[in-house]
């Protein structure tokens, strides 16, 4: 903080004649001109000896007045034996501190002196900076960790402080914290679709957030880099915050955030170990599965137990309430592929929607059955649809369903196109279906095409022709209905109809 007036006077030995002493002076000028404030900013201290200044004096102590200038300092002597009273006058109706300069002080001893002072505070400032750092830095070391620090925190500024998760729910706060009105507007900026408003186009939340009022100062900073913050902390106080203040808040945030990301590396180490954990299960090692597991404080569902698959986004959602691991070949997967959590089947539905977006449900199982349900749970995630998608609703509707929408299209269009290219004899595609439809027989798929049996035989005999395929192969048939469903799957209703040329 600059120093004030009154510790300049009793520095310099200036005489003051009107006005108070507790402004701040920032910067001493000197000049000699009638309008010096062209080239002031606020807050110096002018000396004048006043050479151009005579008689009346208003305007010229207006102009100051206007800038924010600190004070005038007349030196006396020189230009004016004394103070001219109408000076005295006009400074006294603007309220502009004015002091007298001694003849036998030069200007530069005054600069000299402001000049030390503005270095003793920076350096004050500095080392008061240095020292709350090592306090922190202390309290860092402790066994609470982030929670020291907060600690610490709220008393080097006086106010309040507290630690937020990820998704805006207080961790730790400190007496009279006011942070749950943190969290609103944390809430608030990132939206309904959790992306970060005033964020940019890529999506990060803000670098720093400061809030306001009458008599609450807040500063709220994300912990962590990236789209997606480890967590946050906030700190508030009734008094604004100075640059040390601000450089205390700074220091703090990078200790929570090196401690949150020492917390990210031991995560991500208990996350390996169940993903052995889940390996061993999936051999039929369930006893040494839970022993394994017992020293992270975890343990295993009760059966029957339900395999959810949930994308990879959503893992740090469901970690807390579930065992989770990755897929057993997720380490040569693509990034983003879904991650395991294992539940006992009351609590699926829970569990499932705490996670959002796409998850597959698997049908509840003993450890026994575990590679089959999660098997289960995969291909239901991956059924391409939106929610939760229960593999017992997915295998109700039929086998296509559990085919890759893709590869059955191009396997259905390579099978049929003898008959798609022929020509466009769509009456043979819907002889095929009613044909396979019927399961062969004749008059059933005659009288739902509306034709007469000969007239289907011979339409039959052709598509054999085309496909070079027996199809009185039951192999052949179901090769034949998938391609068929799969292209039905494909098209509007009627798409595939056309008339017979």
Known sequence: MAPSLRTVVRRTGLRPLVGTLDSVVRWVAVSELEDPTPYLEGDELLLTTGMRLEGDFSQYVARLVARGVTGLALGVGLSHEEVPPALLEAATAAGLPLLEVPRETPFIEVGKAVSDLLAAEQYDEITRAFAAQGRLTRAALRTEGPYAVIDRLAKEVGGWAALLDEHGEVRHATRAAKADAAARELARLRGEHGGWRGGGANGRPPASLALSGPDEHVVLQPLGGGPRPRGFFVVGASRAFSPVTQTVINAAGSLLTLAVEQGGAQREAERRVRSAVLRLLLDGGRGQAGAVL?????????????????????????????????????????????????????????????????????????????????????????????????????????????????????????????????????????????????NGHWDAAAQRLGIHRHTLRYRMKRVTELLGRDLDDPGVRAELWIALAATSSACPPDSSRSSPS
């Open 294 to 438: 017992a020293p992270l404080g975890g343990r295993l569902p009760e059966e029957p137990v339900v395999v959810l698959a949930v994308a990879g986004d959503a893992l740090d959602s469901v970690e807390p309430h579930a065992f989770t691991a990755r897929f057993p070949d997720a380490e040569t997967a693509p990034l983003g592929s879904p991650v395991v959590v294992l539940v006992a089947a009351a609590q699926a539905e829970r569990v499932a929607s705490l996670a959002g977006g796409t998850v597959g449900m698997s049908a509840p199982s003993a450890y026994g059955e575990l590679p089959g349900a999660l098997d289960q749970a995969r291909r239901a995630f991956e059924s391409g649809r939106d929610g939760l998608v229960r593999f017992a609703d997915l295998a109700g509707q039929g086998l296509l369903a559990l085919l890759d929408p893709a590869a059955a299209q191009a396997f259905a269009a390579a099978l049929l196109a003898p008959l798609t290219r022929y020509g466009s004899r769509a009456d043979l595609m819907e002889s095929l279906r009613a044909y396979i439809g019927s």
